[in-house]
């Protein structure tokens, strides 16, 4: 596509239809659960008002979805849309001339100016906005029954740190509850070592973890073994159905009362408000006590570029929608997610997406989750280290980092 062409389709305004074109689009993602099909449909019911028509090409979470995209482009059968975060995944698009550089778009149509730093930190790659921001998560959130939280005496908002949240666990166990409700799969525990490394540790050592350019000695740090170390205190406060338990399975246990608190992505609130429940009446959620840094997942689609016209202009209605500010509340609402416009609607923010949003004011203490900036190999070792030890409690934290060592030399080294 000419420069010229691709100017005067990013020019439209982001609420007008661009006349002339009727695209089928494909759209690739991995989610599924009710909250997720529900925010979906609001992007969806957006897209065919401008007379496009959507095609679901849905692969389950966390089943290895970048290789199924990057298989899917080199079969010759691409989606035109697709759910994705890893830089690595769209510099791959870029040397075959099938990323779309929304640079210009974005400039013409004055986003850039309301969207919060964290996200414009990583729509980018390589110095190119490649990203369609849609979804804004705190990835270590403790979400918790009122109820629970009222029966057993506890105020998760009054703990200090985690030493305090676990001094309240034989109150809550006291009262019947389950103090801390968590599903034991590799993806959960890797996103649970994130965020507390993120929580217990700062955001120095976070980032020589976890980020663009990690370094071998950040894992002897003594600050890299505490989050090592809570996250085995967290193993050892798992309940009997915890191993291979989905997410939102486990989320479930918190909102039926079977249990008190869920840490975890804040992608929870989702399946609160598919259960009919609502903030400050039947359950309340928090940043990890204490915490030190937070990190933070942007979902993002990103746009096939080297197509036909008609199709870019269909991709760029599809971007319109999910970047309008109305849209952008109302699809958060369903997600669960705090939209990625500081425009939004105020009042269509609730309790949670404030606390999330206030939390984010210190652009010090927000780091990027690790599929934004790691290398996906070490990430992956990471993570499968990680639910080895949590897996084995006579393994020791000791022996994991040496693991990790071994890892990073052998994939970075």
């Known amino acids: 596509m000419t420069t010229r062409t691709f100017a005067a389709l990013g020019a439209a305004l982001l609420l007008s239809t661009a006349a002339g074109h009727a695209a089928e689009l494909v759209v690739y993602h991995g ?12 992007l969806k019911s957006g897209l065919e008002a401008k007379g496009d028509t959507w095609t679901d090409l849905a692969i389950p979470h966390d089943s290895g979805a970048s290789v199924s995209l990057v298989n899917l482009v080199t079969g010759g059968n691409p989606p035109n849309v697709f759910m994705e975060s890893n830089p690595g995944v769209y510099r791959d698009l870029m040397s075959q001339g099938l990323s779309l550089d929304l640079t210009q778009w974005y400039n013409d149509n004055g986003i850039l100016a309301h969207l919060p730093d964290s996200i ?11 990203k369609v921001p849609t979804a804004l998560h705190i990835d270590g959130m403790v979400y918790y029954n009122l109820a629970v939280a009222q029966d057993a005496g506890v105020d998760p908002h009054g703990w200090a740190d985690l030493d305090a949240m676990f001094a309240d666990f034989d109150k809550i166990k006291a009262k019947g509850y389950i103090p801390l409700a968590i599903g034991g799969q ?11 490394t993120a929580a217990v540790a700062g955001p120095e050592i976070y980032s020589g973890v976890y980020g663009t350019d990690p370094t071998i000695e950040t894992l ?6 505490a989050s090592l170390e809570m996250l085995r205190r967290f193993q050892q406060n798992t309940d009997e159905g915890s191993v291979n338990r989905d997410w939102n399975v486990t989320t479930n246990m918190v909102i039926t009362g079977k249990a008190l608190m869920q840490i975890h992505g804040d992608w929870m609130k989702g399946e609160w408000y598919a259960a009919g429940k609502k903030p400050g009446v039947d359950f309340g959620c928090v940043n990890i006590p204490g915490t030190k840094a937070l990190s933070v997942t942007v979902d993002a689609w990103g746009l096939l570029g080297g197509q036909p016209e008609d199709k870019t202009a269909g991709e760029l209605d599809f971007a319109s929608v999910v970047l309008d500010p109305s849209i952008q509340a109302d699809f958060a609402l369903a997600k669960g997610s705090t939209p990625v416009r500081l425009d939004a609607p105020a009042e269509k923010l609730d309790d949670c997406s404030k606390e999330v949003l206030g939390a984010l004011g210190d652009v010090h203490k927000q780091v990027p989750n690790p599929h934004n900036t790691a290398d996906e190999d070490w990430r992956t070792a990471i993570d499968i280290v990680s639910f080895n030890y949590w ?6 934290t000791d022996a994991a980092i ?8 052998t994939i970075l080294g």
Do not use: C
């Open 31 to 42: 989610w599924s659960s009710p909250a997720e099909v529900a925010a979906l449909n609001i």
């Open 186 to 196: 590799q993806w959960q525990v890797g996103y649970l070592l994130h965020a507390l």
């Open 391 to 396: 897996s084995d409690p006579n393994m020791t």
């Open 402 to 409: 040496e693991e990790l060592k071994e890892q990073f030399d």
């Open 220 to 225: 002897d740090s003594a600050e890299f073994r």
């Open 120 to 130: 414009q930190k990583v729509i980018a790659v390589d110095g190119k906005i490649v």
